[in-house]
């Protein structure tokens, strides 16, 4: 719960905007989306060291297009790294918001104003 809450803080704070915790996903996994592979992988190598590697789900509301993208990444790391599991859905959700938190606010805010440019119609709070 607090890596989402510091994600969205992140957000907010990059780009003056008030929005919906749905829109902070959207965001992380389409940044995620950006990243080669092999980071990926790294990350997701480290969520059960650091305790986010478990059973407990939240839900959030967002786009459909939220799911085409993080399964487009989970099948890419597959591709990447055959000798080991593919990654759930709700792991790379989790590494998305990690590495959005470590993001730059510029990256964040040119993020977000793709995700908008592409139509997707974001909630604002």
Avoid at 23 to 31: F, K, M, N, S
Avoid at 102 to 116: C, K, L
Wanted: net charge neutral.
């Amino acid at each position: 719960m607090d890596l989402l809450i510091d994600s969205h803080c992140h957000l907010i704070r990059s780009t003056r905007a008030l929005v919906a915790w749905g829109t902070t996903l959207l965001v992380a996994v389409d940044y995620l989306d950006t990243v080669p592979p092999a980071v990926v992988i790294d990350q997701l190598a480290r969520l059960p060291k650091a305790g986010l590697a478990g059973d407990l789900e939240h839900h959030l509301g967002a786009p459909k297009t939220l799911n085409l993208t993080a399964t487009r990444i989970a099948e890419r790391v597959a591709q990447a790294a055959p000798d080991r599991d593919p990654p759930t859905l709700s792991n790379i959700y989790i590494v998305a918001l990690q590495l959005l938190t470590r993001t730059d606010h510029e990256t964040v805010r040119s993020t977000y104003e793709r995700v908008r440019s592409h139509g997707t119609r974001l909630v604002e709070a």
